[in-house]
């Protein structure tokens, strides 16, 4: 298990910073809300504080939120605010889907709208600060993609965006950046496309081709390890040392009755086994971080409560909008604040020292073989494509 250095200033100098945001629907209030605690005592934007900031569905919204410019207030606030309008829907909608039964719970307009609203046509490579990676996963891939050495060909698969990958740096072989480009409103729409809540995301790389994709806490909904997988080929040859901080939407603890279970088949299991998937994805994510970075994986969870009569009990439903909900989640995430101080603390400590490591773009291009203040030539022809398509200047 890692060590601790005393030296707070010596510790950010040589550690990578990691943010990690969990699913949760509504519940995404309550990762905003500590966000906004870390965001309020640093003096700092997200961006800044950390080198990689990952989200699944509500966590990945927020994390397209901050690359946008957004704080963690203001994405809390625009949750508690619209929450309601996101899910919602009408009595036709409810009778032509048969109760849910014949399609997905709700429209996805009034998200496209706000989306829209928010995030604008801004493209993952066109985002500053921070790298971002967002989990969703591809039901439909523009061409079929071979495995088994072409022996078997898949047209799904899980899927990660990526800012590094989208400036066209850390690419592997067959990779081209405009295929990874992705407008944010469309990645926030994908990675929150949860299964028979919302239709499948349908959308489109700048190269123009077509991908269908579903909610990435299918199989990431705490996606804390494919941060840490990440950060470590971005950074783990120039450093010796990970932070992750992860934040969690609250713990699950509605019981499921078992001897009703013994009887169930595919509608009754339905709902039940999305929460049991995601919140085991959650939990057993957790253990691998606490199993790989020790005392260096900050973990900031809380029950979401079985007493109903305390005002912190929240109705643990990603869908539950209703203002007296919303309200105990906002109760809910002042109560996780006051019990996490130490936590907060060591974190802040960290933090308000600054980053000062190398973007992926320079570090790429010193694994490529680079002297300081040199580009190695099979490089030079990618980086000045690079920096012409974001507009940047050239020397």
């Known amino acids: 298990m890692p060590t601790t250095p005393t030296d707070t200033a010596a510790l950010s100098a040589q550690t ?93 307009t009034a998200l496209e709208t706000i989306l829209k609203e928010q995030l604008g046509d801004t493209w993952l490579s066109q985002t500053r600060g921070a790298e971002l990676l967002a989990t969703s996963y591809c039901i439909r891939l523009p061409e079929p993609v071979p495995l088994d050495g072409g022996a078997v060909q898949t047209t799904r698969m899980p899927y990660l965006f990526k800012t590094w990958k989208a400036r066209g740096t850390f690419l592997d072989p067959g990779d081209e950046p405009p295929a990874l480009d992705f407008r944010l409103r469309e990645i926030a729409r994908a990675t929150s496309a949860a299964p028979t809540y919302f239709p499948p995301a349908m959308i489109t790389n700048r190269r123009g081709e077509a991908y269908a994709m579903v909610d990435g806490g299918v199989f990431a909904n705490n996606p804390a390890m494919c941060a840490l997988a990440s950060a470590r080929r971005l950074y783990g040859g120039r450093t010796a040392r990970f932070l992750l901080v992860s ?8 019981g499921i009755d078992a001897d009703a279970a013994l009887k169930w088949g595919e509608v009754s299991w339905l709902h039940p ?107 030079e022809s990618r980086l000045r494509a690079v920096e012409q398509r974001l507009g940047m200047p050239t020397s």
């Open 16 to 108: 990578i910073r990691i943010l990690a945001l969990d699913g949760g629907g509504i519940r995404g209030i309550l990762s905003a809300r500590l966000l906004q605690e870390i965001e309020q005592r640093t003096g700092k934007p997200a961006t800044d504080l950390f080198h990689l900031i990952a989200g699944t569905s509500i966590g990945g919204i927020t994390a397209c939120g901050l690359l946008k410019g957004m704080s963690a207030k203001a994405l809390g606030d625009l949750y508690a605010a619209r929450g309601g309008e996101i899910f919602s829907h009408s009595l036709w909608h409810t009778v032509t889907t048969l109760d849910n039964l014949a399609g997905p719970k709700y429209a996805p």
């Open 273 to 379: 086994i999305l929460n049991i998937l995601m919140d085991g994805n959650a939990d057993t994510v957790g253990y691998e971080a606490d199993q790989e970075l020790g005392s260096d994986h900050i973990r900031f969870e809380i029950s979401t409560g079985t007493n109903p009569n305390d005002d912190a009990t929240v109705n643990e439903d990603f869908d539950c909008a209703t203002p007296d909900n919303i309200e105990r989640i906002e109760t809910l995430a002042k109560r996780l604040i006051e019990r996490s101080q130490e936590k907060l603390d060591r974190v802040c400590a960290t933090l308000k020292e600054p980053k000062g490591t190398p973007s992926p773009a320079a570090l790429d291009l010193a694994a490529a073989g680079a002297k300081p203040g040199e580009v190695p030539r099979d490089v």
């Open 247 to 254: 934040l969690g939407t609250g713990s699950l603890e509605r």
